[in-house]
């Protein structure tokens, strides 16, 4: 059964960091490029940030660019998502995504194809 299963998430001061990690069952995801998401409550869900199929290219939301990294295992096929500096901001439910092919071209939209049931990351202030 394909899934993506998140986890890592939790309740974190401002200035703290959190790694977040997406653990992937099924060959559908080996090449395609994955992306994280969150949605904060009351607000739609916006892209953070996604890699290329074999890691070598990664795009990030520009709120988060500097702080978040994301990156993946090939030999798992397990996305992380390092989150540094994390505010009362960063407050959201976070989703693994997998897109719809290999690659990842900084400034076109990214979307998910299959998603995750998410995790919940809170920062107090």
């Known amino acids: 059964q394909e899934r993506l299963v998140e986890s890592g998430g939790g309740l974190v001061q401002s200035g703290d960091s959190l790694r977040l990690s997406c653990a992937t069952s099924g060959s559908r995801f080996t090449y395609r490029a994955m992306a994280w998401f969150r949605q904060a409550p009351g607000k739609e869900r916006e892209f953070v940030a996604a890699i290329s199929w074999n890691g070598d290219t990664t795009t990030y939301n520009p709120s988060v660019n500097g702080r978040f990294t994301i990156s993946r295992v090939q030999a798992t096929n397990s996305v992380f998502l390092q989150m540094t500096n994390l505010t009362s901001e960063d407050t959201a439910a976070y989703y693994c995504?997998?897109?719809?092919?290999?690659?990842?071209?900084?400034?076109?939209?990214?979307?998910?194809?299959?998603w995750g049931q998410g995790t919940q990351v809170t920062v107090s202030s």
């Open positions: 995504a997998a897109t719809s092919g290999p690659s990842v071209i900084p400034g076109r939209p990214i979307q998910g194809d299959f």
